[in-house]
């Protein structure tokens, strides 16, 4: 079982590959960074459903996003985020986060939602949840190997 240094690392090389195949897409090295971000915050979240740096990182980005919401007001907002914030407590491990349709879906499903209140950021959305998606795979290849990886587990 790999940790999070290898995990880390996992992230960095598949964003590598990623940017490379993408990179007449990146427009600066602050978009480079940005998605770098993703990939690596990616490779850490299907170990949210352990007590890890992944859960805790997960952790201090939802503290964030409710915080800005108390300070917009937006209280049905704050109720979804703290439900959603429950979800890995009552999961066990390698379960649903370690689910590929699970970790192609969650982001896909956010990524949707925040393009609805976001509607003139769309590009940046798509690329920055791709990076997040990719960095997330790499974390099941690592924990289960390819072939693995891609099976419907129960």
């Not at 003139?120 to 072939?147: E, K, P, Y």
Request: a positive charge.
């Amino acid at each position: 079982m790999p940790g999070y240094k290898t995990h880390l690392v996992g992230g960095l090389a598949v964003y590598g590959v990623t940017l490379y195949l993408l990179r007449s897409y990146c427009g600066s090295a602050l978009v480079a960074a940005e998605w770098l971000l993703f990939c690596l915050a990616g490779s850490l979240f299907p170990d949210v459903d352990t007590k890890s740096k992944g859960r805790t990182f997960f952790y201090h980005i939802l503290l964030g996003i409710l915080i800005v919401f108390a300070v917009q007001r937006k209280f049905l907002a704050m109720g979804a985020v703290a439900i959603f914030a429950l979800v890995p407590l009552i999961t066990r491990h390698r379960g649903l986060f370690h689910q590929i349709w699970f970790v192609i879906g969650l982001p896909v499903i956010v990524a949707f939602i925040i393009g609805f209140y976001a509607t003139g950021h769309t590009r940046i959305i798509m690329f920055n949840t791709l990076f997040f998606i990719v960095g997330a795979i790499s974390h099941l290849f690592l924990d289960f190997g390819i072939i693995r990886s891609f099976k419907f587990r129960r």
